[in-house]
């Protein structure tokens, strides 16, 4: 007499046929966090903080979400790569890109010879065309978010509301698909006009405009946001803070110190009976056409009113945290290796030869024989940038002898 066929849910049988058995897994840290992506919600038009402005950037390990491998190979066993399950799979828009070919590669210059060390092979690859200028107006939908392989940061396919067209810019840290962005850099929309009552109203234009990705001149841009991709100078596309991860903050506007200058400068003039001179007069100037913005290094610069810049953090901040596993990966990447200088013959480098580890009581110099440290023409006195304000701070967290 036959039996009826019991069904066993959850017990795993000897075939490997099964189509129920679970599949091996090669990989972890997939799972749900803070940066996975989300269903795409159409974006409104009401003002929401959350999403509105971009949010500091996570400094803790709780805010670091890496991927890890099955050490099945060693090539696998260090491989540390940030979870970005939000990328597009496919291929970028072909029309959007050029190859990039020739002994330009190799770090070769028009005439052959070695002008950049260390640059050679790699995978084939094709420059994405990405717009820094953003000078197109109105609404630009996301599309999708793509990897570069050109660059540590992420990129937006945009089109256009309006006209339809196909663009790429630096993605933001959170931009997802769906996502509504605008730039600011040929005017002030007339609606938007409009709703302030044909008037500037810092409050609303702030709130209206200073959104994550949207692209505006830094007179617009409200004290104390986090931007990236500025521009130095006007009409010219960003060319500060386009890395993975990286940031500015403004810090002042000459639009908030005018009216104490100007009363400082009354008070000059009613005390001494002297107007003030031609280098004060342009100091004031530049102080009232410029905004001060401090990098990540500590660096204060003075970047003109009128540059561009995009409101928010550069997408992937955990791509620092990368480990490639292996020295193939480098090679891919167009990396070859790099020979320290201590361990080639003397007639290779200034730091070679002798007996042992030892450069032979020798100041650390260049291969080419120029001290490489001791400030001696690292930064010379001619190139010195009247722009930068403060200059970045070097050997951080590192106490001197002698000094507190």
Same mark, same amino acid.
């Given at each position: 007499?036959?039996?009826? $066929?019991?069904a066993?849910?959850g017990?795993?049988?000897? &075939?490997?046929f099964?189509?129920s058995l679970?599949?091996?897994?090669? =990989?972890?840290?997939?799972?749900?966090?803070?940066?996975?992506p989300?269903?795409?919600?159409p974006? !409104?038009?009401?003002?929401?903080?959350s999403i509105? &402005?971009?949010?500091?950037?996570t400094r803790?390990?709780?805010?670091?979400h890496l991927?890890?491998y099955?050490?099945?190979?060693?090539g696998?066993?260090h491989?540390? $790569?940030?979870i970005?399950d939000?990328?597009?799979?496919g291929?970028p828009?072909h029309?959007l890109?050029?190859?990039k070919?020739?002994?330009g590669?190799?770090?070769?210059?028009?005439?052959?010879?070695?002008?950049?060390?260390?640059?050679?092979g790699?995978h084939?690859?094709?420059?994405r065309?990405?717009?820094?200028?953003?000078?197109?107006?109105?609404p630009h939908?996301?599309?999708?978010? @793509?990897?570069?392989p050109g660059r540590?940061?992420h990129i937006?396919l945009? $089109? =256009?509301q309006?006209?339809?067209?196909?663009?790429?810019?630096v993605?933001?840290?959170g931009?997802r @698909?769906g996502?509504v962005?605008?730039?600011?850099?040929s005017?002030?929309?007339k609606?938007l006009?409009?709703?302030?009552?044909?008037?500037?109203?810092p409050?609303v234009?702030?709130?209206?405009?200073?959104?994550?990705?949207?692209?505006l001149? #830094?007179?617009?841009?409200?004290?104390g946001t986090l931007i &990236?991709n500025i521009?130095?100078?006007p009409?010219k596309?960003?060319? #500060?803070?386009r890395s993975?991860?990286?940031?500015?903050?403004?810090?002042?506007k000459g639009?908030?110190?005018q009216?104490?200058?100007?009363r400082?400068?009354?008070?000059?003039?009613?005390?001494d009976?002297?107007?003030?001179s031609?280098?004060?007069r342009?100091k004031?100037? $530049?102080i &009232?056409?410029?905004?001060t913005v401090r990098?990540q !290094?500590?660096e204060?610069?003075?970047?003109?009113?009128?540059c561009c810049?995009?409101?928010?953090?550069?997408?992937n901040?955990n791509?620092?945290?990368?480990q490639?596993?292996?020295?193939g990966?480098?090679r891919?990447?167009n990396?070859?290796?790099?020979?320290r200088?201590?361990?080639?013959n003397?007639?290779?480098h200034p730091?070679g030869?002798?007996?042992?580890k030892?450069k032979?009581?020798v100041h650390?110099?260049s291969?080419?024989?120029l001290?490489?440290?001791s400030g001696?023409?690292?930064?010379?006195?001619?190139?010195?940038?009247?722009?930068?304000?403060?200059?970045?701070?070097?050997?951080?967290?590192?106490?001197?002898?002698g000094y507190?």
């Amino acid at each position: 007499m036959l039996q009826p $066929r019991i069904a066993l849910r959850g017990v795993r049988l000897p &075939f490997r046929f099964l189509p129920s058995l679970p599949s091996r897994a090669y =990989s972890s840290g997939a799972e749900q966090h803070a940066d996975s992506p989300s269903p795409a919600e159409p974006s !409104s038009s009401t003002f929401d903080p959350s999403i509105a &402005f971009a949010p500091p950037p996570t400094r803790g390990d709780s805010g670091i979400h890496l991927r890890k491998y099955t050490p099945r190979t060693p090539g696998v066993r260090h491989l540390r $790569r940030p979870i970005n399950d939000h990328l597009w799979k496919g291929r970028p828009v072909h029309k959007l890109t050029f190859p990039k070919k020739g002994h330009g590669k190799g770090g070769r210059n028009n005439s052959g010879r070695v002008v950049v060390r260390h640059h050679g092979g790699g995978h084939k690859r094709r420059i994405r065309i990405i717009d820094y200028k953003r000078e197109a107006p109105g609404p630009h939908v996301v599309e999708r978010i @793509e990897h570069d392989p050109g660059r540590s940061a992420h990129i937006a396919l945009l $089109r =256009s509301q309006e006209t339809k067209q196909l663009s790429y810019i630096v993605a933001a840290d959170g931009m997802r @698909e769906g996502d509504v962005v605008q730039s600011y850099m040929s005017g002030i929309p007339k609606d938007l006009w409009e709703s302030m009552g044909g008037a500037v109203d810092p409050g609303v234009l702030a709130a209206r405009t200073a959104w994550r990705g949207n692209c505006l001149p #830094l007179h617009m841009i409200p004290v104390g946001t986090l931007i &990236f991709n500025i521009g130095l100078y006007p009409g010219k596309g960003a060319q #500060l803070c386009r890395s993975a991860g990286t940031y500015a903050t403004v810090i002042a506007k000459g639009t908030n110190l005018q009216s104490d200058a100007s009363r400082d400068q009354a008070q000059l003039q009613k005390e001494d009976g002297k107007p003030l001179s031609q280098r004060e007069r342009q100091k004031q100037e $530049r102080i &009232f056409n410029h905004i001060t913005v401090r990098l990540q !290094s500590g660096e204060v610069r003075l970047i003109h009113k009128d540059c561009c810049a995009t409101v928010g953090v550069a997408s992937n901040p955990n791509y620092k945290y990368t480990q490639l596993g292996k020295a193939g990966r480098s090679r891919w990447l167009n990396i070859r290796p790099t020979v320290r200088g201590l361990a080639m013959n003397a007639m290779d480098h200034p730091h070679g030869g002798g007996r042992g580890k030892s450069k032979g009581n020798v100041h650390p110099k260049s291969p080419w024989g120029l001290p490489a440290k001791s400030g001696y023409r690292t930064r010379p006195k001619w190139r010195v940038n009247k722009a930068v304000v403060i200059p970045r701070v070097r050997n951080q967290g590192k106490r001197r002898r002698g000094y507190n």
